[in-house]
Structure formats: structure tokens, C-alpha cells
């Protein structure tokens, strides 16, 4: 597995990265012809006899997870992956822009080419930001334009000085009601959403 970072004393993350597809070769459908490749898995909507073949292929492959998210992390909606159809990802497709996955954050820091939501771009800048990264290193990071990088750091600046100003830790035995107003922050602290994240793991 190819990664690109300068990081030599962590271990790697154990996330593949969006333009890895090493996983294809090991895949049950790697030895079809192209032309029956595209009957089985690229089929009509109402071909039901191709799509039952298609599946009973994806039920015994090895790699039918790195297929399913492989579709979602580069946004592809035709065709059958990881042993779902088109209209099967559909509630996934919907649901991984919500993901919030530190394990993803913390590759991307180290220089991995992984796929980000919306969520996992604002962890990053906020590290960026406390860490006092350049915003050179950070459009490098995200693969985004200078100007849009200082843009990033300036409002995840922002954001954590609002949230550390108005963020105090509360009694948790304290009643909500009795908690003093400065206890709610407007910025909330970035929970990570292990509940998508398993459900993404076990979807196909």
C-alpha cells in the first residue's frame, strides 16, 4: 500500500487511501471479460437475473468492503459495488457526508490521499490552526488553493478561540437548568460518529 508522508514515527493509519485500488486484484470479479463484467455489474435496472449472478459473486469475494467504500469515498452512483446496486448505496451515499472518522483525520494529517467530508476538512484546519501550520502546508494537506487554506485557518482560528472563551467544563450531577450560561458553547467540541462509522463497516 502506497502512502506519502514524511512521518516516520507513528505507525501508519490503517486507511486506505481514495486512489489505492491495490484491492482490484484480489477482487472475485477480477478474471470476467469486460464485456460480461459490464452485463453482470453495470446491468439494467429490471435485469434481475443479472443482478442475483452479480451479487452471488460480490457474497464471496474477499475485498467487497474496500469495493463498497471505494464508491463511496469517490462519489460513484452507477453500477453494482461492494455487492449493493445503485439504488442500495443511495441512503449510504447521503449518509457518508455526515462522517466524522478521527482514524481518516489523523491520515490525512500524515499525508495520505484519503477521502474527507465536510467535517473531517474542519478537524484538520482546527489542528492546523492550533498547531500553527502555514496555509502553504495546509493547501498541500487538502489539496485546495492557497487562498481558500488561509481562508480554512482564519475561521478555524476563529471557532477555537469562541469555543475556548465560552466553553467551561460543568458539575456532571449538576442540574442542566442550574448549569451558568457561559457552559454552553456555540462551537461545540467535534464528536466522532462511531455509530456511522460501524454501520459504514458493516453496510456491505
Not at 37 to 60: M, Q, V
Request: proline letters at 6%; charged letters at 30%; aromatic letters at 6%.
Amino acid at each position: 500500500m502506497r502512502h506519502i508522508t514524511t512521518n516516520t514515527t507513528s505507525p501508519t493509519p490503517p486507511v486506505r487511501g481514495i486512489t489505492d485500488i491495490s484491492w482490484h486484484a484480489r477482487g472475485a470479479c477480477r478474471d470476467l471479460e469486460t464485456h460480461e463484467a459490464d452485463r453482470l455489474f453495470f446491468s439494467a435496472p429490471r435485469a434481475l437475473s443479472h443482478i442475483a449472478e452479480a451479487k452471488s459473486i460480490c457474497h464471496r469475494c474477499p475485498v467487497r468492503q474496500d469495493c463498497f467504500t471505494h464508491a463511496l469515498d469517490n462519489d460513484i452512483r452507477w453500477g453494482m459495488w461492494g455487492g449493493l446496486t445503485r439504488d442500495e448505496r443511495r441512503p449510504w451515499h447521503a449518509k457518508v457526508a455526515k462522517r466524522l472518522d478521527y482514524a481518516r483525520v489523523r491520515a490525512a494529517i500524515m499525508g495520505r490521499d484519503v477521502f474527507l467530508t465536510a467535517a473531517e476538512r474542519d478537524a484538520v484546519a482546527r489542528h492546523a490552526a492550533v498547531r500553527k501550520w502555514t496555509p502553504e502546508r495546509l493547501s498541500y494537506v487538502l489539496a485546495v488553493d492557497l487562498d481558500h487554506a488561509r481562508d480554512l485557518l482564519r475561521d478555524a482560528g476563529h471557532a477555537i478561540t469562541d469555543r475556548d472563551r465560552y466553553w467551561t467544563p460543568t458539575d456532571p450531577d449538576e442540574d442542566e437548568a442550574d448549569a451558568p450560561e457561559e457552559a454552553f458553547c456555540p462551537v461545540p467540541r467535534q464528536a466522532q460518529t462511531d455509530d456511522l462509522i460501524d454501520a459504514l463497516r458493516k453496510a456491505a
